[in-house]
């Protein structure tokens, strides 16, 4: 069986989370992307189901919106996979 190990020099072991500053900024400015990815896909419909409204089909919800939320979910990515604990000699 094995046996657990102290360190001799008398330091604990101090919790470290895996995620750092760097990593929670990235994730926010994902998030935001994504969020005003969402908001700008919201609205153009009509008030009357019988009228179509041609805005629904614009440049902001067709093409603009779509890529914000998939830039924000490669962001998230990135802010995932980042490794701030890498130190550069």
Same mark, same amino acid.
């Given at each position: 069986?094995?046996?657990?190990?102290?360190?001799? !020099?008398?330091?604990? !072991?101090?919790? =470290?989370?895996?995620?750092q500053k760097k990593n929670y900024l990235f994730m926010f400015i994902g998030?935001?992307?994504?969020?005003?990815?969402?908001?700008l896909m919201s609205g153009g419909g009509s008030d009357d189901p019988n009228v179509f409204n041609e805005e629904i089909y614009n440049f902001r919800?067709?093409?603009?919106?779509?890529?914000?939320?998939?830039?924000?979910?490669?962001? =998230?990515?990135y802010a995932i996979l980042l490794n701030p604990h890498n130190k550069k000699q």
């Open positions: 069986m094995s046996k657990k190990q102290k360190k001799s !020099n008398g330091q604990q !072991n101090k919790p =470290e989370f895996i995620f998030v935001a992307c994504i969020a005003l990815g969402f908001i919800r067709i093409r603009l919106a779509p890529t914000l939320v998939l830039i924000g979910l490669g962001i =998230e990515v």
